[in-house]
């Protein structure tokens, strides 16, 4: 039998059937269209958090004040050794490193912001011009900060596009005295909306000078400091440079951390990779699940069909033939299942994405690739027993089953 | 040479512990163009007879040569490609297959054949033409008559060309006067040439054929067509002498002992 024909026949077999033949494409399809929802929320997670790491800026490197050794919190060292302050000198000391290209130390409260007789709460960072380059922050109106002496800080501010929007409406920010705190400070710039970002909204930040947040706090220590690296394979070394220098000027102790972007990407990459791989396992399980229905399915096909298996071999088929003819209908309901099913889960994951814009829920290649070939797979070896079986079938008894 | 030769035919099958003797010794030739009745009781081992004229079953002992060609040794395959190209079956129940229209089921054996597409609606407008059958086409078994079913089945049998057609019963689910066209239209494919082998259990239809078999107990108990006479004034298979040889009538009126 030649295969367009050995197709047509097993083609017309599955629809002569509709009730069965739905049913088992349905479970196939459910199947696949679960490993495509299902990887793509993991790696939806995963593009997620990577993203908002990523967002941070590139190549950084950030320094903690206080030890965390990998064992977790250790009481003892609560005790023994007191976290020496990381001040705006040891930021300055960073400056020198051959790796680091910028440099820029950040400390952070929350104050108020008084504008009109309008008041708001803010979440004020002081930091230095090479904070929003780092950061990858754009100005959307005026400029940064200004570059000047990190001890002097003037007496200016960078505001959030929101707050701009609630302290101003329609009027125009820059040029305008506001007071943040107890200070009165000149707007220099805007930042341009970015949305919610991991940890910090920069449309409700104020920026100041570092000086003048530290007076603002009334404290000496940094939150973090941040450095850029001035390639990604100049991370470790410059890291270590960081280490070396800030160990130095804090007399011989380890009492900061040093984590470098793209660990913290790595871990979160390898965790969440883990979580979509996981997840694909588990939604492979009914794929398997719906290989084991193809194959009851075509079993029973094979028996409500044995007057016709009987009336093939009399009109001179091959157990070949037979096989393949049922092996064909087997691959069809799988792969039209499969089909229907990696379909059903774009369509899912698109919805997914209409609900909740900034996730981004596309199932990756290697999850829609491995649905669709188990897909197909298991419909083969599932369809082998079956066809085997009516490929074996005495054509004398088969007749007499009409 | 003949067509069909039987010779030591046993077919046996285990029913529970007993073994029931389908076909026991049977020897059978039958020549090319030959039209056959085969009857018998049921349980005679008319159908396993055909079954295995038709490839279908295998003897456990006994050769069949068919066109001079052991057939009985011949692997599945081997089988299966004799049954498609030399001989074509018809059923009682007709056996067409319900999803496939008139001119699907009539292509059929050249489709399992791998024979091309162009090839086959060529030889299937010629059949459905040839049966009768132009306007039912593409008309599922279902929307058919009986005599049309058994047409479209006929029209299967003799499409690949075969040298041999069994019919088993092919009157037997239909009403008489269907059946009569049935008949007519096997005993016109007989005409040209084709070999008729028909299982029956009707005696008009048996009738009809020009040689008769009769089976009873997997044997052959009664053959019309007289075997070859042995040399000289020897006896027939059957016990009689032969038909053309009238049996002697005493001359004179017997006398009494003197």
């Known amino acids: ?402 | 040479m003949a067509l069909i030769e039987l010779s030591g035919i046993e077919r046996r099958f285990l029913l529970g512990d007993t073994t029931v003797h389908a076909l026991a010794g049977l020897n059978l030739q039958i020549e090319a163009g030959e039209y056959v009745a085969v009857m018998g009781p049921s349980g005679s081992g008319k159908s396993t007879l055909l079954n295995l004229l038709g490839l279908l079953d295998r003897p456990n002992e006994g050769t069949y040569k068919l066109e001079g060609r052991d057939v009985t040794t011949l692997s599945p395959d081997e089988q299966a490609t004799v049954r498609s190209t030399r001989i074509g079956f018809v059923f009682q129940s007709f056996h067409l297959v319900p999803r496939l229209t008139a001119a699907e089921n009539i292509a059929l054996p050249m489709t399992l054949a791998g024979i091309p597409a162009a090839e086959r609606n060529k030889r299937v407008a010629q059949a459905l033409k040839d049966f009768g059958l132009e306007n039912r086409a593409d008309h599922k078994p279902d929307q058919l008559s009986g005599g049309q079913r058994q047409r479209v089945a006929i029209a299967r049998a003799t499409i690949m060309q075969p040298a041999l057609i069994l019919a088993d019963e092919p009157t037997g689910n239909l009403d008489r006067h269907t059946g009569e066209e049935v008949v007519n239209l096997l005993e016109a494919l007989n005409a040209k040439g084709v070999t008729l082998i028909v299982v029956t259990h009707d005696q008009g239809m048996g009738a009809r054929a020009r040689r008769q078999l009769v089976m009873e107990d997997g044997r052959l108990k009664a053959d019309s067509r007289t075997p070859p006479p042995l040399q000289g004034e020897g006896r027939g298979g059957d016990g009689f002498p032969p038909a053309d040889k009238p049996i002697p009538l005493p001359t004179s009126p017997l006398k009494g002992e003197e």
């Open chain 1, 1 to 402: 039998m030649r295969l367009t024909d050995t197709l047509r026949f097993a083609r017309d077999a599955a629809t002569g059937y509709p009730m069965r033949t739905t049913l088992s494409v349905l479970a196939m399809s459910i199947g696949v269209a679960a490993v495509v929802i299902l990887t793509a929320l993991g790696d939806g997670a995963r593009r997620y958090v990577v993203g908002q790491f990523s967002s941070l800026g590139t190549n950084l490197i950030i320094v903690l004040p206080g030890r965390s050794g990998t064992g977790g919190f250790n009481p003892a060292n609560a005790i023994t050794s007191t976290p020496r302050d990381l001040t705006i000198d040891d930021a300055g000391s960073l400056r020198r490193l051959p790796g680091a290209r910028r440099v820029a130390p950040l400390a952070v409260g929350t104050s108020e912001i008084n504008y009109g007789g309008k008041l708001r709460e803010v979440m004020v960072a002081g930091s230095t011009a090479e904070f929003i380059p780092i950061r990858n922050f754009e100005i959307a109106q005026g400029q940064g900060l200004p570059e000047e002496d990190w001890n002097r800080g003037s007496s200016v501010a960078v505001i959030g596009a929101k707050i701009r929007e609630e302290m101003f409406g329609a009027n125009s920010a820059i040029g305008q005295l506001v007071r943040v705190g107890d200070r009165r400070l000149r707007v220099v710039g805007v930042l341009r909306s970015t949305g919610q970002g991991l940890g910090m909204n920069t449309d409700e930040l104020v920026i100041v000078p570092v000086s003048l947040a530290q007076a603002m706090f009334n404290s000496n220590t940094l939150f973090r400091i941040m450095i850029e690296a001035n390639s990604r394979d100049a991370i470790p070394g410059t890291k270590d440079q960081v280490m070396a220098t800030l160990k130095q000027r804090h007399r011989g102790e380890e009492d900061v951390t040093v984590i470098t972007q793209d660990a913290v990407l790595a871990t979160f990459d390898k965790l969440l990779g883990a979580l979509t791989l996981a997840v694909a396992g588990i939604a492979a399980i009914s794929l398997a699940v719906a290989g084991i229905l193809v194959m009851n399915v075509m079993l029973v096909a094979v028996t409500q069909r044995t007057g016709e298996i009987g009336l093939l071999k009399a009109l001179g088929a091959t157990a070949r033939t037979i096989r393949l003819a049922f092996l064909a209908e087997a691959a069809m309901l799988s792969a039209v299942g499969a089909l229907v099913g990696y379909l059903l889960g774009q369509l899912g994951a698109f919805a997914l994405r209409q609900f909740f814009p900034v996730f981004p829920a596309y199932p990756p290649d290697w999850a829609v690739i491995a649905g669709l070939g188990t897909a197909l797979a298991t419909g083969l070896i599932f369809g082998v027993m079956p066809a085997r079986r009516a490929a074996r079938l005495d054509p004398v008894q088969a007749l007499m089953k009409h």
